[in-house]
């Protein structure tokens, strides 16, 4: 396999605001008896300092966050404010600029600067990064049957995929920082690979050769790596883990997946201490569920609420059943007396006593559903099933598993069709509260929950 090292040309500072939570662009190191330097007027630009050069004594000034770096031509002597360090190799002085060691950048300024640098050995780039950025690198392992694009960092960088079709597939890192050149060429099974930043976020787009059959995503520790992996094998793609594009269905299987953001209008369902409502997480999750789904599968996604309006349990069915639903997911906060409580649950219909009308609790009020009795109850197996699948993809991104349990839940009388309730965690736990306001969070949870709708969906097929 051949290793190509990619990396993405941001911005220039000049476009940046000081605020913005962005890398700097970076600067090639030129390798110049045996080691690495970047010119003064680059290692000016990456520092954002004023530059002061003086040729009669062939010393230069850099001043940055009040504090002044002094450099003399042919001196290893670095004074930083009212410290002095001894580099391993000079000031050099070529084609009329001072040449500074890129050691001046790994080894002394971060022990005296508030800044984060980078240095790419395989790129020979240099970068230095706002507070909160972590750097990386991303390169390709290609072959015609297997091919990786992999993202290394010393620290974990977290990401959500918003699109894994075979047309659009985009992964987002947070707060993540990377430099270098990209490919001009097709590389394997990658066609074309794009890295677009904004926002503190690094947007990882491929298009996938129309070879490629199925993709994986996962994470490897030690170090640190984001793995996107894309395979031409069909025998080779359940062994190794792949996930098939779009999943295509027959007829008479799953085709529509009805979400259902509880509460809403004059219910706001759970509110949290600082004001944050269950009906505004609940249907901000479905909309990113929904937005994920589209774009990674040949489903059809139902809402059956797309704004502030309130709807009764017998509402929700209906607009289930006429949306001729395959699966039923109601997206759910929770809320208890205590603080302490935390985590999420997935819950499938159990009947109460074979009662037709059914108090759910924190859920909503209570309604009669008699003209639906028991239907839920035919799907129970397969309710489970699905429930079992997405609180396994939940746990994957590491929050509390409260477990999946058979309750008679309101919200899920009358629905025919396999039904969950997913409760994302509760209003009331701090934790839990930060996370549910928190869009990144958020957008990690709807993705877990597709790949629950998806593995749910892709075991029923085989």
Known sequence: MTKQLLSLLLLSLLLIPASSSVALEARQASKIEGRYYVSINDAAFLLGATK?????????VLSVEGKRIRLTVGSPVVVVGEQTFMLT????????TP???VELFTEVLPEVLEKRIAWNPDARTLSVLRQGMTPAIVYVDASDELTYVTIESAERIEYS???LSSESFIILLEDAALSGKLPSRKEGLVSRLELDEGGGRVAVRI????????????????PER?????????????????TPFGVELPRGMYQVVVLDPAHGGGDPGVRSENGTLEKQVTLQIAREIRTILSRSSNLEVVLTRDDDSEMGAEARATRATASHGDIYVSI???GYPSALAHGYSVEVFKASGGSQSLSAGHKGGSVSLSSWAGVPERYTRASLALARSISGSIAAIGLRELGVRRAPVLTLEGVDMPSVLVSCGFLTNADDEAALRDSSSRRKIAAAIVEGIQSFIREGAR
């Open 52 to 60: 002061f050069w003086k040729v009669e004594t062939r010393k230069a």
């Open 161 to 163: 995929p918003i699109s």
């Open 89 to 96: 190799a000079p000031v050099l002085f070529r084609q009329g």
């Open 99 to 101: 040449y500074v060691p």
């Open 226 to 242: 984001i793995i996107i992996g894309f395979t031409s094998s069909s025998l080779r793609m359940r062994a190794l883990g792949f």
């Open 332 to 334: 759910h906060c929770d």
């Open 207 to 222: 298009r996938p050769s129309s070879r490629a059959v199925g993709f994986i995503v996962k994470r490897e520790t030690r």
